[in-house]
């Protein structure tokens, strides 16, 4: 069936490293990506977006790449910090958009950053 | 600017209870959708809200209900509570669909 999943579940990184997290999803109607950061305690925290007609987008420290031809979703975050231990997740709208807003998760990879 | 509030944060419940969650959205922001999170079931779409009206709605039971006000405050509702039910309920407000949500801080549901 369709569905939003994450290769790992769990990354181990030392401070200054970069970091990939991985996404797949199934739907190629699927129209908008989005990362979030959620701690512990707390809720999703929007990170970056990317709509399926851009293949790269940047941040302050991510940078997020779609390849539409694997339908593959990465968000990357250069030199990490303690603070970017958390969970994150990819988010996928298949509903298209506009007036049919529904977004569907991953479950999630746990980042940790080791000091 | 305030970010998404929900109300309460933590609630415990017994099976067969009934319970109403709430969320102030972002000022300005018409859109509210709702998300259960679980271990198991990861972050799953409820429902979402916009101008009062349901517009999209997750694969979940009747039990699961909900209202926006006309101040796009919005209010979720579950029904005989089972087990299952504990979660944490978030929800996610943005000024109109199909743009990326800012979430609460959830509440935290308990059904023993």
């Known amino acids: 069936g369709e569905s939003v999943g994450l290769h790992l579940p769990t990354l181990s990184v030392q401070e200054g490293d970069n970091s990939i997290i991985n996404c797949a999803y199934s739907?190629?109607?699927?129209?908008?990506f989005i990362w979030y950061k959620q701690e512990s305690g707390k809720g999703p925290q929007f990170i970056i977006d990317i709509r399926s007609n851009m293949d790269k987008r940047q941040g302050q420290r991510v940078t997020v790449l779609l390849n539409k031809t694997v339908k593959h979703l990465s968000l990357q975050i250069a030199a990490t910090q303690p603070g970017d231990s958390a969970v994150y997740f990819c988010?996928?709208?298949?509903?298209?958009?506009?007036?049919?807003?529904?977004?569907?998760f991953g479950k999630g990879t746990l980042l940790t950053v080791n000091p | 600017k305030a970010g998404v509030t929900q109300t309460p944060r933590y609630l415990i419940k017994t099976r067969g209870q009934q319970v109403t969650l709430s969320c102030s959205p972002i000022s300005g922001h018409r859109s509210v959708s709702w998300y259960q999170q679980t271990p198991g079931q990861g972050l799953q779409f409820l429902f979402e809200?916009?101008?009062?009206?349901?517009?999209n709605k997750g694969n979940f039971p009747g039990r699961f209900s909900g209202r926006q006000f006309s101040n796009s405050r919005s209010e979720m509702n579950v029904s005989t509570l089972e087990l299952g039910d504990s979660a944490l309920y978030l929800c996610?407000?943005?000024?109109?669909?199909?743009?990326?949500?800012?979430f609460g801080p959830g509440t935290r549901l308990t059904v023993l």
């Open positions: 739907n190629s109607a699927s129209d908008y």
């Open positions: 996610a407000s943005s000024l109109d669909p199909g743009l990326e949500g800012n």
């Open positions: 988010a996928e709208n298949r509903g298209g958009g506009g007036s049919n807003y529904k977004l569907t």
């Open positions: 809200y916009f101008s009062e009206t349901q517009r």
